[in-house]
């Protein structure tokens, strides 16, 4: 800004987008006090949450620094344009505290799940003078990243400024982090002096970006930081600058210089542990398409279910748009990245029983890897059940020798293995990596230069992961299946069919609970596969199954042996808490026989899928394997005679008859 003045641009007599975020910063709770002065009370009657012993009449002071950067999803979008403007574009957000601004922003870049490990110091920035300079210009999702690649390369601060318009603090900020890095390069891990390294911690650095100025191996870095007794401690979230006691057990985490106090230096961590058994739940991240709201439904169900077995509960996230991140929701709110250093530290203070990974969707599932190497227990379904089910080809053998029908398949690591395995499964042909996330790398090919095509870009994006072919069942009518298994009983929650044809990913079409047009003999195979493939995975927890029918036989095309984005829709469609049934399956407290479940079942409830195109005018709106929706509504009908099913039906009778 060249001058100091303040402008209003709109006022908003209404809580807004930044009112759930304001609250998460400050833990006052916006929300919650607005209600109570819109039916009569006054700010000076109300109890400040946090506190509680000093009244709402107050502004919050803080002591910390907040970050907030959106989760963009263009990749979804072939030929978007990226470029930021008047017209919101991003689908999630993620918030990071820290007690200066680099180390939130740091955080904040490490929450994203970009691949990235934070802002820089992991061997992807660019190079390119030209490239990054004409990113510049431009308002972009990664325009953090590339400001720092201009300082990394030596563009003077002048010349980002000029393109950027960005206040010259925040340019000065970034060049501090570069100068950094700078100093840390001259070192090895055998040599790097307590005073770097704390420095390089209190600035967000993870131990992996060290790691990566270093050259050597993250685990280094992490024993390297212990032995010099540079430990991660954590600070209250309280509203008041430590200024009265904070009730509220929300805590984020930072690294501070040593106190000495009596000739004795230490430093202060605020987060008590207590003696009761705990349980981690590990949160879904950044809402981004494939990855929604349900799975933050699914963690605070699980958190009140862990509750009720009487464990104490311990939520880590760093999604402000979410109700596990609320301070009253769980026993401890660690509000931090869901990011292995941060969890690990979490997890070697706090000495849970064990960690749910379930229902956290993919963010959490990754991790559960790491657990298991590390000796953390995974409550539930074991490590190798999620990854059997997770690497397609290796879950397709299981169906084999479980008698189970899936469509012809083969795994291929070279274009070459590609065009040799698809003259035996025809065309059209699935193509997918091994590991996905909302379809993310599937496309349907006709023809032998499509397949080489896409395999090679996949393989150049993906390296070390295996490539999956499957023959795609052409006409095929697809639905699947939510089931809740102890690792012998199954009870099968719902089973949807979906109304668009076999092709369109499951987060993308519109789906029918119950089922509405498929054979009594459709249905039991369905029902007789969901129990053999929950019981041959030994699964304890939550399990879904997608389908494929074709000529009254079904098919199997995967299966996720954790909470899957419809199990929100039917638990509220039937009125059943089948999350916190499952919770408390995977903690051990219930078998599935103990629950007498009672869904309420009347008339059909459809999940119809929410587009943001309007958005992105120009991209192709075309519908495939790769999910593009940004969310969901629930649409209650009596019968199939109700016009909304009658519309979207026709438009598969239709396909089905070409």
């Not at 109570?36 to 107050?58: M, R, V, W």
Request: hydrophobic share 40%; proline share 4%; charged share 30%.
């Amino acid at each position: 800004m060249k001058k100091e003045e303040i402008i209003a641009i709109e006022i908003n007599p209404r809580v807004s987008r930044s009112s759930a975020l304001a609250s998460k910063a400050t833990g006052y709770p916006i929300a919650k006090i607005a209600s109570k002065l819109a039916i009569g009370y006054t700010l000076d009657e109300l109890d400040n949450q946090i506190t509680k012993s000093t009244s709402a009449y107050f502004e919050p002071t803080l002591d910390y620094v907040i970050v907030k950067i959106p989760r963009w999803n263009f990749e979804k979008f072939d030929g978007a344009d990226k470029t930021l403007g008047l017209q919101m574009k991003s689908v999630g957000e993620v918030m990071a505290i820290g007690r200066s601004f680099q180390e939130a922003l740091q955080k904040a870049c490490q929450s994203l799940e970009i691949k990235r490990n934070g802002l820089g110091a992991d061997g992807k920035n660019w190079v390119d003078q030209d490239a990054i300079i004409e990113s510049l210009k431009r308002p972009s999702g990664d325009r953090v990243f590339r400001i720092y690649d201009a300082i990394r390369l030596g563009i003077p601060l002048k010349t980002v400024y000029e393109h950027t318009k960005m206040d010259y603090w925040f340019l000065r900020q970034l060049e501090e982090l570069v100068e950094l890095e700078y100093e840390i390069e001259k070192y090895h891990i055998e040599n790097l002096p307590k005073r770097l390294l704390l420095e390089a911690k209190m600035k967000g650095y993870a131990d992996r970006q060290i790691a990566h100025l270093l050259r050597c191996l993250e685990s280094e870095v992490h024993n390297k930081r212990k032995e010099m007794g540079i430990n991660r401690v954590y600070k209250l979230v309280d509203t008041c600058a430590a200024e009265f006691e904070a009730k509220t057990p929300y805590y984020y985490s930072t690294f501070e210089l040593d106190k000495e106090v009596d000739g004795m230096r230490f430093s202060e961590n605020e987060s008590i542990v207590t003696d009761r058994k705990k349980i981690v739940v590990l949160g879904s991240g950044p809402n981004r398409i494939g990855q929604g709201i349900e799975f933050d439904y699914c963690c605070v169900h699980g958190v009140l279910a862990a509750k009720e077995c009487g464990y104490e509960t311990v939520m880590i996230n760093c999604n402000p748009e979410t109700v596990s991140t609320d301070f009253d929701t769980s026993d401890k709110l660690y509000f931090e990245p869901v990011f292995w250093e941060h969890i690990y530290d979490i997890i070697q203070h706090e000495k849970p029983e064990g960690v749910i990974v379930q229902l956290g969707g993919q963010t959490a599932l990754k991790l559960a890897e790491k657990l298991e190497r590390y000796g953390i227990k995974i409550m539930g379904t074991s490590f190798e059940a999620l990854d059997l089910a997770e690497d397609r080809g290796r879950f397709s053998t299981l169906l084999k020798d479980n008698n189970i029908p899936y469509p012809r398949f083969g795994v291929i690591e070279t274009a070459e293995e590609a065009l040799e395995l698809a003259k035996e499964l025809d065309f059209p042909i699935l193509v997918r990596p091994s590991y996905v996330l909302g379809g993310q790398g599937m496309k349907i090919v006709i023809n032998e230069q499509e397949l080489e095509h896409h395999v090679v870009n996949l393989l150049k994006d993906i390296p070390g992961n295996r490539v999956l072919l499957d023959h795609y069942l052409d006409k095929a009518i697809e639905a699947e299946a939510d089931a809740i298994c102890d690792g012998e009983n199954v009870y099968i929650i719902g089973m949807m069919e979906h109304i668009e044809p076999c092709g369109i990913h499951s987060g993308d079409s519109n789906a029918v609970l119950p089922t509405f047009d498929l054979s009594d003999n459709v249905r039991q195979q369905m029902i007789d596969i969901t129990t053999k493939i929950a019981v041959a995975l030994k699964t304890v927890g939550l399990i879904n199954i997608q389908f494929a029918i074709k000529d009254e036989k079904v098919y199997v095309i995967e299966a996720n042996p954790r909470a899957s984005r419809t199990v929100p829709f039917i638990a509220k469609a039937y009125q059943e808490p089948y999350v916190n049934y499952a919770a408390k399956v995977m903690l051990g407290d219930k078998k599935v026989t103990d629950f007498n479940f009672k869904p309420i079942k009347k008339g059909f409830a459809i999940k119809v899928p929410v587009f943001s195109f309007s958005k992105f005018p120009n991209v192709n709106k075309e519908l495939g394997p790769e999910m593009k929706s940004t969310g969901e509504a629930i649409h209650f009908i009596d019968d199939l005679d109700d016009p909304f099913f009658r519309k979207v039906y026709s438009e598969r009778s239709l396909y089905l008859s070409k």
